[in-house]
Each structure stands twice: as C-alpha cells, then as structure tokens.
C-alpha cells in the first residue's frame, strides 16, 4: 500500500502511517528500529533497495530524508514537505516514509524526522553518499545511536578519513570498515593457525583506497608493527602479507571472490572472500548496535602515521 502526501505535516505522515497498517492489518510492534537514510534522489532508489533487502533480517521503520535545492543559488524554494508512505508489500518487512524536503524544511529535517521515530526503539543514520565530516554532531546524527558513513562514497576518501579520526563519537561507523570483516575474520583465524610473533606487515590494494588505510592502521594497532602500503591494481585490498620468523602468512586476493592463504609449511588453500552487496554490509551494521570499539582502533591506527 502506497499513500502520496503533498505538501504535508509529521502529523499528517504518521496518521497515515497507521492508516495504512490497519487497511493491511499490520502491527508496528514487529519493528526492531527506525533506519534514517540520508540521501540525494540519485541515489535513493539504490539506498532504498539495499535497506530493504536488509529488513528481511531487521524489520524497521526506514525514514529517507531527501533535501531537494533549487538549481540556481538566486532562486528561492518555498518551504514545503512532501511524502511517500509504504506499508505491506511496497515495504517489504518494515515501513518505509520516503520524504522529500523543500526551502526552509530541508534546513530543519530533525524536527520533521523525530516525531516519526519509533517509540523506545533504537535509532539509525545512514548516509549512502556525502556523509557529514563529523556525524555525531550532525542535527540527524544526534538522534541516533549509530551512525553509518561511507568513505567509499566522498570525493576524497583519504581527507575524509582524517577528518573522521578527529570527530569520531562512541556509535561512528564506516562501511568501508564493515568491508572488511571477512579480512578480519581470515587474518585472525591464519594467526592461530600459526601462532608466531609477525615482524613486519604489507597491505596491497589499489592506491587511496579508505578499506586499505583502515586494515593497515588496524593491523598496526593490533600487531604492533609498521604496516608498509603497496599500491596494487585493484580492485580494493589484494593482499596481506604478514612476515614471520619461520616465513610469510599471505592473504592473496587478486581478483574474482576466491583468495589463496598460505601459511608457513603448509600447503596453499582457497578461501571464499567475495565483495558483498550494500545490503548485505547494512545488514551486519544493523546486528549490532554497541559502539564498535575495533573500529575506532582502526580509525586512530598507532597514532605515529598519516595517510600517506
């Protein structure tokens, strides 16, 4: 069910909201949190779809704030709200309210935003593109207890990275953090396996890429050592090479959803290290809703280096 509201109020939204659930005959208790994406029209069909395939696993009420402008800076919007809301099918497993924001609102989202929170539930921002420098202290941040960001979505990764460091609050993630759990998770499992003291460290992946940085600093603050960045073709982090006294532990992933792990004395082995969709990154954010202490490791790396 699909209910158009022009020129609207967040009271007008939400009594349609419960319009809609009654005519399908849906509670709203199912619902584990509210998901506020933050986003541009370009790019809200494709952050819609990746939140909706994550609420087969999280039932939420998804709010997309979309802040139109006018094309000329001279040109003046009036104020104006505009929305779609979706229940039952159009909604997959959740709700979605999509709202389009004109003039003088758009400077205001929070306020349009939080009445629509569900009540003592979780709240969480995403912002697919051009998140803000400093999102906890963002007006839409403030309202969440997680904040998603994404380095792989701004013009300069790399500046972007630095200015996170310096304003990162207990709730910041990144998905080019969460990219990386499977590395995480090989790295670690190859480490008991062999259990030695590992000297030096190479991380190789394609040059100003923020997963790469983030994995280097990780394994810094974790290991102990200077991690040396290598510029590879790509795509994303290729290889992680972890010297020992008795040889290399390497992760080789050149290309494709395979990688080789080769540990020191032992026969090469294939491992499963695709690049996973959107949807499946927003959906292993939404699992956890704690302050994610390993990233804010990785982000502050040893604090001795910078992105160079």
Same mark, same amino acid.
């Given at each position: 069910?699909?209910?158009?509201?022009?020129?609207?109020?967040?009271?007008?939204?939400?009594? =349609?909201?419960?319009?809609?659930?009654? =005519?399908?005959?849906? #509670?709203?208790?199912?619902?584990?949190?509210?998901?506020?994406?933050?986003?541009?029209?370009?790019?809200? +069909?494709? =952050?819609?779809?990746?939140?909706?395939?994550?609420?087969?696993?999280?039932?939420?009420?998804?709010?997309?704030?979309?802040?139109?402008?006018?094309?000329?800076?001279?040109?003046?919007?009036? *104020?104006?709200?505009?929305?779609?809301?979706?229940?039952?099918?159009?909604?997959?497993?959740?709700?979605?309210?999509?709202?389009?924001?004109?003039?003088?609102?758009?400077?205001?989202?929070?306020?349009?935003? /939080?009445?629509?929170?569900? *009540?003592?539930?979780?709240?969480?921002?995403?912002?697919?593109?051009?998140?803000?420098?400093?999102?906890?202290?963002?007006?839409?941040?403030?309202?969440?207890?997680? !904040?998603?960001?994404?380095?792989?979505?701004?013009?300069? *990764?790399?500046?972007?990275?630095?200015? !996170?460091?310096?304003?990162?609050?207990?709730?910041?993630?990144?998905?080019?953090?969460?990219?990386?759990?499977?590395?995480?998770?090989?790295?670690?499992?190859?480490?008991?396996?062999?259990?030695?003291?590992?000297?030096?460290?190479?991380?190789?992946?394609?040059?100003?890429?923020?997963?790469?940085?983030?994995?280097?600093?990780?394994?810094?603050?974790?290991?102990?050592?200077?991690?040396?960045?290598?510029?590879?073709?790509? #795509?994303?982090?290729?290889?992680?090479?972890?010297?020992?006294?008795?040889?290399?532990?390497?992760?080789? !992933? #050149?290309?494709?959803?395979?990688?080789?792990?080769? /540990?020191?004395?032992? #026969?090469?082995?294939?491992?499963?290290?695709?690049?996973?969709?959107?949807?499946?990154?927003? =959906?292993?954010?939404?699992?956890?809703?704690?302050?994610?202490?390993? +990233?804010?490791?990785?982000?502050?790396?040893?604090?001795?280096?910078?992105?160079?």
């Amino acid at each position: 069910m699909k209910i158009d509201l022009t020129n609207t109020t967040a009271g007008a939204i939400d009594r =349609a909201l419960v319009r809609g659930r009654r =005519a399908i005959g849906t #509670p709203a208790v199912g619902m584990v949190l509210t998901l506020v994406i933050v986003t541009d029209e370009e790019n809200a +069909y494709d =952050a819609l779809k990746a939140a909706g395939d994550a609420s087969r696993e999280h039932p939420s009420r998804t709010l997309v704030v979309i802040k139109r402008h006018t094309r000329a800076a001279h040109e003046r919007t009036l *104020p104006r709200l505009d929305a779609e809301v979706r229940v039952g099918y159009e909604a997959g497993t959740g709700e979605t309210v999509v709202l389009r924001m004109y003039g003088e609102v758009s400077e205001h989202a929070d306020s349009v935003v /939080l009445p629509l929170l569900l *009540p003592d539930a979780p709240v969480v921002v995403w912002w697919p593109v051009n998140g803000p420098l400093d999102p906890a202290n963002d007006p839409l941040g403030a309202l969440a207890q997680r !904040r998603i960001t994404d380095l792989y979505a701004v013009e300069d *990764p790399m500046a972007t990275l630095q200015a !996170r460091v310096r304003s990162y609050a207990p709730g910041d993630t990144d998905l080019a953090w969460t990219r990386l759990t499977l590395w995480r998770s090989m790295l670690a499992a190859a480490l008991d396996q062999a259990r030695v003291p590992v000297i030096s460290a190479t991380v190789e992946a394609e040059a100003e890429n923020p997963a790469a940085e983030l994995l280097a600093r990780w394994l810094e603050a974790r290991l102990g050592v200077t991690v040396d960045r290598v510029d590879s073709a790509g #795509p994303v982090v290729t290889a992680v090479r972890l010297g020992t006294a008795g040889g290399e532990i390497v992760i080789d !992933r #050149p290309e494709g959803p395979l990688a080789t792990l080769s /540990l020191p004395g032992q #026969p090469p082995r294939s491992l499963a290290l695709k690049v996973r969709p959107t949807s499946e990154l927003i =959906a292993e954010e939404l699992r956890r809703l704690d302050s994610d202490e390993m +990233y804010a490791i990785a982000l502050h790396g040893d604090g001795s280096r910078g992105t160079n």
